[in-house]
């Protein structure tokens, strides 16, 4: 079942394995790095203001953002695994940031930054997946893109309607 890893080497001249199988183009490597990021940011930034939150439909938005990102970390790591790409896990230096920026913020203040923040990193992360769901070159990266991108958009959907709320 598991003969890739018994550590036994495989003859390199097999004729019916495509040898190139495993190689992911540049791109395509790049937006799984971006996107896995994004979405470890969007974890933690929504991890770090879960209990910090007041306005009632910012917290249910939070727990979307946090379920949603979750899974799309999950998805890309599998993903990432096939394809031997090395993911961030942690926060990176401009997620820290942010979340510096937000615990600077306390009440209503935070949740209006927190949608702030969090409307940015969606749209990036649309243009990111809407990019990829186009010019990937790897199908499974491709169809995930394509599956993120309608999340992506629903999420937006959700967070302009917070806030609509809020005004």
């Given at each position: ?56 439909k910012v917290k249910e938005l939070d727990g979307i953002i946090t379920a949603n990102s979750s899974k799309a970390v999950a998805d890309l790591m599998a993903v990432a695994k096939d394809k031997k790409i090395s ?81």
């Amino acid at each position: 079942m598991f003969s890739a890893c018994s550590g036994r080497k495989k003859d390199n001249t097999d004729n019916n394995v495509d040898q190139t199988a495993a190689v992911t183009s540049e791109e395509d490597t790049k937006f799984t790095v971006e996107v896995a990021a994004w979405n470890v940011r969007q974890v933690e930034l929504s991890f770090f203001a879960k209990d910090k939150l007041t306005n009632g439909k910012v917290k249910e938005l939070d727990g979307i953002i946090t379920a949603n990102s979750s899974k799309a970390v999950a998805d890309l790591m599998a993903v990432a695994k096939d394809k031997k790409i090395s993911l961030p896990v942690a926060l990176n230096s401009d997620g820290q940031k942010d979340e510096d920026e937000l615990g600077a913020h306390t009440g209503s203040d935070l949740d209006k930054t927190y949608i702030e923040k969090i409307t940015e990193d969606s749209k990036q992360a649309e243009k990111l997946y809407e990019n990829a769901s186009v010019n990937a070159k790897d199908k499974d990266i491709k169809n995930l893109a394509v599956k993120a991108l309608s999340v992506a958009k629903q999420q937006l959907t959700t967070i302009k309607a917070v806030q609509d709320n809020m005004k």
